[in-house]
């Protein structure tokens, strides 16, 4: 039996792969195309210039895990060319107008050798024999003690028993594609149809020519079209880092239904608005084109059917909840705590459930009583004691979001109205802050040698450090939740919470927090007290 099986070979599966190949744990890999890297897709041009028919850029201001894996792996980058200008058509039988500002981009970079070498560089690492492509999963199964994966192939249809199962796929193809028994709880089914696949109904168009003819007459490669009649609505320079071999790409504006209806026509088409932007030059290109919303393996049926909506940076924290007791989990950017949907979404992911299969056992939910967490084993004293603490501040990070959506739910069935999220964000704090001052109470610490400086004890600021990243947690789970539930639809105020509505809710946690701090002090006051009466060697 597996230990841990990943179905999913985009970049939260294979960065995930990579870390239990570091860490020593056995896994296999499954992928249903015959490809790795899902929504990652570079091709060669006939000048060997390599085009990103999938996700160009990273921005290493705003995407750190990304930036840091890609400089682990040794891959080489470059930025994005962009010096500002644009060129905007408005109408179809006007010519485009320059506009000049601040570059469009933002800072963006590219991978040298397209990223595609990130998912090839990252499968170097991996046993070949672990990797099995052309394995599509059809159907899960909970068999208490491990999970039953059902995949079919070319050939037949295999069964693969795992202890834990990570499904690094995007959820609404899970949803659409796959059977789970026992059918998963109906919030987690919710949130997965609500999950809209980044990206997933888009198509995009490389086109590679002789030279860079738009840098020569002065243009960055960067425009806007914006008509009625467009065909590729964004455009973009996409040559190498030095210009030698030159390129644009693009982003279709047809809907997924037009780009059906012109299949035949488009390369023309597509060939006549780059001319029309930036001239004859351009007439002869080489196109390499991508429908995304015809790969069956990318995009659901919700995907075409729902317009593109606001992009939401913070997925639903439903999706991030472990499934079947921690035998499963669900995966992909559009599981993401952080950029949700983007490439550093994928890695985000790939993080939280690496962490999730590392450790051992998790708190007993509202238990005060000393669970068994994981921690260094190479800590002792006071800092394996406040290690621990930090460890079970962790793990009360679902059984508060439960309390959330339990308080919610008991708010909407009382027909309460005003305050909903604050009321119900607020009660869970002061909840979990005050099991912690039972779990600081109870907690081995040694006390003598703890310096108290102006009535404050020095590790009152190590009891308060693991809390800050849960209260920011709790609530950008909480109004990434309210974005996605039909209870709240009716509710705007509460559905998309207004920022001065998410100030007062920050401000109400801060005076709990404040509170708390407090009585944590005060308690590791007395311990300290308890111990210098106490006789050496004895800890409180």
Known sequence: MLETAIVGGGLCGLALARSLQQRGTTF???????????????????????????????????QPLLTSLIGELGLVHFPQHDDGTVL???????????????????????????????????????PQEQIHLGYELTRIVDCATHVRLVFATATESVAIDAKRVVLAVPPRLLADRVSFSPELDEATSEAMHNAATWMAAQAKVLIAYDRAHWRDKGHSGNAFVSHEQAVVGEIFDACDADGAKAALGGFLAFSPELRETFTVGLPMLMASQMV?????????????YQNWASER????????????????????????????????????????????????????????????????NSATEGSTARPQI????????????????????????????DDYRQRLTRSLAAQQREQLTQLAVLGVMESVFAAALKVLEALSLDMRDVAVERGRSALTPEVQKPFRDFMQSLLDDAVAFNRTSCALSNFPHEHKPSKDYVQAILRDIAAAWQEFSLAANRLLLMKAEAAARQPSGVAS
């Open 28 to 62: 296999a890999l499954f992928e249903a195309r015959h490809r790795l890297g899902g929504r990652i897709l570079s091709v060669a041009a006939g000048s060997g210039l390599a085009l990103d028919l999938g996700p160009t850029w990273f921005w290493p201001e705003t």
């Open 297 to 360: 393996f990318t995009c659901s049926a919700a995907d075409r059917s729902d317009p593109p909506g606001e992009h939401i940076e913070i997925a639903n924290p439903m999706l991030r909840r472990a499934l079947w007791d921690g035998r499963l989990h669900l995966g992909s950017a559009e599981t993401a705590s952080h950029a949700a949907g983007y490439l550093e979404g994928a890695v985000n992911a790939a993080r939280r459930i690496e962490r999730a299969l590392a450790r051992s």
């Open 276 to 288: 029309q932007l930036f001239g004859s030059a351009l007439d002869d290109g080489e196109q390499h």
């Open 88 to 126: 905007h058509l408005t109408d179809a039988d006007k010519a485009a107008q320059q506009i000049s500002g601040p570059p469009i981009h933002q800072g963006a970079q590219r991978v040298q050798g397209g990223m595609a070498s990130l998912v090839a560089t990252l499968a170097r690492e991996l």
């Open 374 to 401: 994981a921690i260094d084993s190479g800590l002792s004293g006071n800092a394996a004691s406040l290690a621990w603490f930090a460890s079970w501040v962790i793990a009360q990070r679902d059984p508060a979001f």
